[in-house]
């Protein structure tokens, strides 16, 4: 049997083979399993169903501790109350907030005066409710104080709500652990850490002389192994990425069956883009880690946050951009956004860009003398 | 006969550290041994060879060609690492399968020719199913063999291929690298121990401290040291009477006495010299011998001389 030299694709399955079965290997499957499951979980502890979130609500007040105010303002004006007055009142408080609060839903876009308007009309038709209920209850002058205590509660709450252009509602918390937390750090520092370690991995094993001794140039070693862990990512965060779905269906989040396409898709071209940025820092530096988050304090957070070309440069702008088609996000985030076509140019881009520099790198470079070094 | 490979003034360095300073030989095919101590060069020596570094200075080729970023060279070339590193994750067949695919062997083979090579270096089938984590130093070896056998290589080069194998293991190893070589692979085997070497190998190469001290066939290293000291140790009935007789005639570099033992060791000035006066010399003496033994005509002596 005479050995032909390998093709692209001989090269790109023998290293799929390897990267998967590598991955797959039951000793490593209970942590790779628990890891995917700590963020869903995260998210079950800390976002709230509608009907827990309706009994602890308190984005227009707490009813109890609102009547509480009242109750000493009668006291101060020598008008008793029967506890079974109290008791009526606190549960017709009770059931109208909850009312107040499952009927409201924030409109992603709208204006600050408008939102104003909507809170004024929304709270209106709620005091109506209350006064019209407290009637049975309370006599003559108590309702003349409630009428008065109520009508200010009711200000100051208008008041509150319109200070606060995107209030941390129920829904709010799922989209800030899918986004700024999953997407926006998790995310690129799994892709980092596993292409960083393509090379570096295989050094620190001492497996890389199985590999480059094969019949296949070292750029397209370097490549195929880029590209056979990318898909291994692409699966795995496509995974983490459903489950953290489910658990937002399972809170009864709304709007994300327009969000997950649009994610999705995003998500597909973020992988290959934040996975080849750590192929190259793994080819520069053994600690391609703390320089990853170098990077991310220095050209994400710093340059591609001014307001001129040169964000182009970060990838994160790029994400976000994409991401800001979608109107839930963009009436919770405040993302300063480029071109949608620009954006998607970029992400196809920086993959051919690191990548190749990585590639070249390989090329030139030993990656072998402290392995060496130490023998 | 082409020499498989040469070296021309080669060096390799780490820093301020030399790995190899300035060697030049050229390797015949067959099975050449690489003996040295630990640190000698060898392992810098096999990975210029099989690819894995590049030279400092000077240049080494492998069949003409340079080995570094050269697949249609590494083609040709297979390696057996040092060490006992492997993905200990994996069953040996799902990694000998990916890397034959990596080797150009076509995907409706690469099984096949797993099991091939597994068989070829006699790594029992009740193995093969368990992941090489749980693998025993020996059947490591084995496996280390085998991918390296996987496309047939032209060279084999094996880095300290004997560490951690059993007498057993041993000669079944040195039995499949004989067969390999008598099918015509030449084969480029390093070890700190020379009786390793001297039994398979018909070439030797001596480093250390990165230089190279002795080349050739063993008969070639064992003339080119002739002018060593020679080393004897003879049984006789007069120890003492046949030492004054060989200082008086000034072939002695120095001499030990064991007269109760009727030991005499001495070490010759010029073996040329010695030899052509020793049966003169034995006869004035007197002394009857009993017998001759010489400490100097094994390579693990000349081994020892040149590396220590």
Known sequence: MTARLPTFLDALKAVWLLTWKSQWATSRLPIKLGSLLVLPALVLLTVLSPEKWTQRQNFFGNPDAQLDSFYRRLERHQIPMEATQKAGLRQIMRDEYARAQASWSEQPGQSPDARKQRLQDHLDATGTRILERAREFLDERQMAEFQTWEQRTRETTVARLSAIQTPWGRTTPFYHWLLNFYFFIILPLTCVRACGALIRDELQADTLGFLITRPVSRARLLIVKYIAQVLWLEMLLLVETLLLFATGVERQIPGLAELLPLLLGVQFLAVPAWSALGTLLGQITSRYMATALIYGAVVEMGIGRIPTNINTLSLLRHIETLLSRNGTLEGIFVWDVGGTWTAILALVLAPFIFVGAAAVLFSIVEYHASAEMQK | ?308
């Open chain 2, 1 to 308: 006969m082409s020499a498989v490979i040469r070296a021309e003034e080669l060096s390799r360095w780490y820093g301020i550290v030399m790995g190899l300073n300035n060697v030049s030989f050229e390797i015949e095919p067959g099975l050449t041994g690489v003996v040295g101590p630990n640190g000698a060069g060898k392992s810098t020596l096999l990975q210029i060879i099989t690819g894995q570094l590049q030279p400092s200075s000077g240049e080494l080729t492998v069949f003409g060609l340079r080995p570094w970023n050269n697949p249609a060279l590494l083609r040709r070339l297979g390696y057996c690492p040092e060490g006992e590193a492997m993905p200990k994750e994996l069953r040996p067949l799902d990694w000998l399968r990916s890397l034959a695919l990596l080797s150009g062997i076509p995907d409706g083979d690469a099984a096949a020719r797993g099991e091939a090579v597994l068989d070829r270096v006699k790594l029992p089938r009740e193995h093969w199913d368990k992941r090489m984590g749980q693998y025993s130093k020996g059947m490591k070896q084995r496996v280390k063999l085998a991918q390296g056998l996987l496309h047939e290589p032209e060279l084999l080069v094996l880095d300290e291929p004997m560490n951690g194998l059993d007498p057993m293991g041993r000669q079944e190893i040195a039995q499949t690298l004989k067969e390999l070589a008598s099918r015509g692979v030449s084969i480029l085997i390093s070890s700190h121990i020379l009786a390793e070497l001297e039994a398979l190998c018909k070439n030797i190469l001596v480093l250390n401290w990165g230089r190279i001290l002795a080349s050739g066939s063993q008969k070639e290293i064992r003339a080119d040291i002739k002018d060593w000291s020679e080393e004897l140790e003879i049984e006789c009935d007069s120890p003492e009477r046949l030492a004054r007789r060989l200082f008086d005639a000034d072939v002695l570099l120095g001499f030990d006495l064991e007269p109760a033992a009727g030991l005499l060791r001495i070490r010759v000035k010029d073996a040329a010299v010695f030899y052509e006066q020793w049966t003169s010399l034995l006869l004035q003496s007197g002394t009857t011998i009993h017998g001759i033994r010489s400490r100097s005509r094994s390579l693990q002596n000349i081994y020892e001389k040149v590396t220590m």
